[in-house]
């Protein structure tokens, strides 16, 4: 007998745009892999009104409530309206803010989308998103040396996205192909500022990636390089020379979401920062081989 699949309504109410929200429910979503989650997003709820309409919606289709209101005359209206209809309410901000206030001896200022501020770090960000959407697939490769972090890698290892998760937090990235038979840009091998690493994959990996891409092109064959699995093992080959040649880490990106990948690559460059302050005071003890991280 086949399993039926469940579904849940997921509400996700906020005072800002819910992208705190939107995390948080998803990260819990992903440990239930048979329920199949309908979210309903209610962002800039700044008004009782908004509450008492949201409860009514509610109603009609019940499921989890999270949220996440500064206003606390309005999240307590709200966990009046859901409990009158039976229905689960967390906020999910309330918690943390607890243990702030009980470390630090101050209660929150009640900022309504305050890390939406429009500070130095709202600018920084989207400057780096300028910055990686013209650095994309190895544009104006004059610019590498303002780069903070360069991505290199073969057709189908996820570059630019990536390069785009990066640049989110902040980071000005660009990222260049690594395409049989075309050199590398000499401005790569010249820039001494910016974390260079690559991205690979299992060859089985990136050819299914490829086949997919390319299921509606009939500019390409069954036999063609692009999606020969020797081929592609060459220029995973290729690609580790370079990288061994020029000392730059490797990044295995076969089983790592964009989230992971990036995460290992900041982690990267704090190390690379790090190494840079021990110049002055050198520890051999602290040396170590540029990194291979494995698929983990």
Same mark, same amino acid.
């Given at each position: 007998? $086949?399993?039926? !699949?469940?579904?849940?309504?997921?509400?996700?109410? #906020?005072?800002?745009? *819910?992208? +705190?929200?939107? +995390? !948080?429910?998803?990260?819990?979503?992903?440990?239930?892999?048979?329920?199949?989650?309908?979210?309903?997003?209610?962002?800039?709820?700044?008004?009782?009104?908004?509450?008492?309409?949201?409860?009514?919606?509610?109603?009609?289709?019940?499921?989890?409530?999270?949220?996440?209101?500064?206003?606390?005359?309005?999240?307590?209206?709200?966990?009046? *309206?859901?409990?009158?209809?039976? !229905?689960?309410?967390?906020?999910?901000?309330?918690?943390?803010?607890? &243990?702030?206030?009980?470390?630090?001896?101050?209660?929150?200022?009640?900022?309504?989308? @305050?890390?939406?501020?429009?500070?130095?770090?709202?600018?920084?960000?989207?400057? @780096?998103?300028?910055?990686?959407?013209?650095?994309?697939?190895?544009?104006?490769?004059?610019?590498?040396?303002?780069? =903070?972090?360069?991505?290199?890698?073969?057709?189908? +290892?996820?570059?630019?996205?990536? #390069?785009?998760?990066?640049?989110?937090?902040?980071?000005? +990235?660009?990222?260049?192909?690594?395409?049989?038979?075309?050199?590398?840009? !000499?401005?790569?091998?010249?820039?001494? $500022?910016?974390?260079?690493?690559?991205?690979?994959?299992?060859?089985?990996?990136?050819?299914?990636?490829?086949?997919?891409?390319?299921?509606?092109?009939?500019?390409?064959?069954?036999?063609?390089?692009?999606?020969?699995?020797? @081929?592609?093992?060459?220029?995973?080959?290729?690609?580790? $020379?370079?990288?061994?040649?020029?000392?730059?880490?490797?990044?295995?990106?076969?089983?790592?979401?964009? =989230?992971?990948?990036?995460?290992?690559?900041?982690?990267?460059?704090?190390?690379?920062?790090?190494?840079?302050? %021990?110049?002055?005071?050198?520890?051999?003890? $602290?040396?170590?081989?540029?990194?291979? &991280?494995? %698929?983990?």
């Amino acid at each position: 007998m $086949k399993n039926e !699949v469940r579904h849940l309504h997921l509400h996700l109410i #906020s005072d800002a745009t *819910g992208e +705190t929200l939107l +995390t !948080v429910g998803r990260a819990a979503s992903a440990q239930y892999p048979g329920v199949e989650i309908i979210e309903h997003l209610h962002s800039m709820v700044r008004a009782p009104k908004q509450v008492e309409r949201l409860v009514a919606e509610i109603e009609q289709e019940p499921g989890i409530v999270l949220f996440t209101l500064v206003d606390r005359s309005m999240a307590v209206m709200l966990e009046q *309206g859901c409990r009158d209809i039976g !229905v689960p309410c967390f906020s999910v901000l309330d918690p943390v803010l607890q &243990v702030f206030q009980s470390y630090l001896g101050a209660p929150s200022q009640g900022r309504v989308g @305050a890390q939406h501020s429009l500070d130095g770090d709202y600018f920084r960000r989207i400057e @780096a998103l300028t910055f990686t959407m013209m650095h994309d697939d190895g544009q104006l490769p004059e610019d590498l040396d303002l780069a =903070e972090i360069v991505i290199i890698g073969v057709s189908r +290892t996820s570059k630019t996205p990536t #390069s785009i998760y990066l640049a989110n937090r902040g980071v000005r +990235t660009a990222n260049i192909p690594i395409v049989p038979g075309i050199g590398l840009p !000499v401005e790569l091998e010249a820039a001494t $500022k910016p974390l260079i690493v690559a991205l690979i994959a299992t060859p089985d990996r990136i050819v299914q990636m490829r086949e997919n891409r390319i299921l509606s092109n009939t500019n390409f064959g069954d036999d063609d390089p692009y999606v020969d699995r020797a @081929a592609v093992a060459n220029e995973i080959a290729s690609t580790r $020379k370079i990288c061994a040649r020029n000392g730059w880490p490797v990044i295995d990106v076969t089983r790592r979401s964009i =989230e992971e990948t990036a995460a290992a690559i900041l982690a990267l460059r704090n190390k690379q920062a790090g190494a840079l302050k %021990d110049l002055s005071n050198p520890d051999p003890a $602290k040396n170590s081989p540029i990194p291979d &991280v494995s %698929d983990r």
